[in-house]
């Protein structure tokens, strides 16, 4: 008898997060993923500095802070720019070296104060877990904003609060648009902080419709997958969490969004997501730049240098120093 009520496995994910029928989670070495990554090398960056702090104590949560060598406008300050990483809420961390590497880029070439926020992940915390942590980050930097002088000395030292944008690459893309629709309907309080921007790179969008971008199904069974094991038990990618634009999800027409920065890969599964996301804000009338990159696989922001992460720098870089500039 005990044979038959064994758990067993229903969902896994490469080996690296194995779900069993019993709700427990076994992880494996996330090295064997390393071939779905987006390419290395993630060399360090010269002239920036970087170190781990606690936002939540309760669940020892940290968010890393980089700041560069280089002087901001009056004071020195930088603008501030918030990012969440990918992973599809189920893998991946804060300090992987390709996210690392990537705010490091960030904090030196825009220049800003980049912080790279650690949130739980799923099925061990499902949905919407890590936007609560998210808002937790939040309110933890509405505080910093508060302290002046006693504030993170970094902060204190070199963060425009008043120039603070929400970015985040796949999941992490997901992550910060939920966060921001938060922000933008009052939900969550900034206080000093100010939402000037927000940037979703690669975003992690689905829904039960496929786009035309995805007509592969070998290509859509790995975000498939990731959403059965992020979303509540038993949602569909119509939910509002996957779907911004689902049957229950609530309007954004009346959410004074700040302006977006949207990056669509064109070689990227889940762009069709991505240019619905841009086309249906614009529809709106909100302030939205689309960043077409035809070439370019999901994700590759994070991989190695190219001309086209060069080109994302500029564009990053006017959209954060400059504003946007909708197309």
Request: glycine fraction near 10%; aromatic fraction near 8%.
């Amino acid at each position: 008898m005990s044979g038959d009520t064994a758990p067993h496995v229903v969902e896994d994910f490469f080996g690296v997060v194995r779900l069993l029928s019993d709700g427990s989670v076994v992880r494996g070495d996330e090295s064997v993923l390393s071939a779905l990554m987006p390419a290395g090398p993630f060399p360090d960056v010269p002239g920036v500095q970087w170190k781990d702090v606690v936002y939540d104590a309760t669940r020892g949560l940290k968010v890393r802070v980089y700041r560069s060598s280089v002087a901001g406008g009056e004071g020195g300050k930088l603008p501030v720019l918030v990012y969440f990483h990918g992973g599809g809420y189920c893998v991946s961390a804060y300090d992987q070296p390709m996210f690392h590497s990537c705010c490091q880029r960030f904090a030196a070439k825009l220049p800003a104060v980049v912080l790279s926020i650690q949130y739980r992940l799923a099925p061990e915390h499902r949905l919407p877990a890590a936007i609560e942590d998210g808002a937790t980050f939040l309110s933890w930097l509405r505080v910093q904003a508060t302290l002046g002088a006693g504030a993170e000395p970094w902060l204190a030292e070199s963060a425009d609060f008043a120039r603070t944008f929400v970015s985040g690459v796949s999941a992490g893309a997901n992550l910060a648009h939920h966060v921001v629709v938060q922000i933008a309907s009052g939900q969550i309080v900034l206080g000093p902080v100010r939402l000037a921007g927000y940037v979703l790179f690669s975003a992690f969008f689905g829904s039960v419709e496929r786009t035309a971008t995805e007509s592969d199904p070998t290509a859509v069974a790995m975000p498939d997958q990731l959403w059965r094991m992020a979303l509540p038990v038993g949602a569909t990618r119509d939910h509002p969490l996957a779907n911004p634009f689902g049957p229950d999800s609530p309007s954004l027409e009346p959410v004074a969004l700040p302006p977006a920065l949207i990056v669509a890969p064109g070689r990227d599964v889940l762009c069709g997501h991505v240019l619905r996301y841009a086309a249906r804000l614009k529809e709106m009338g909100k302030a939205v730049e689309l960043a077409e990159f035809k070439g370019e696989q999901h994700a590759f922001s994070v991989g190695r240098w190219s001309e086209a992460n060069a080109e994302l720098i500029r564009i990053l870089k006017r959209f954060v120093h400059q504003g946007s500039a909708p197309n």
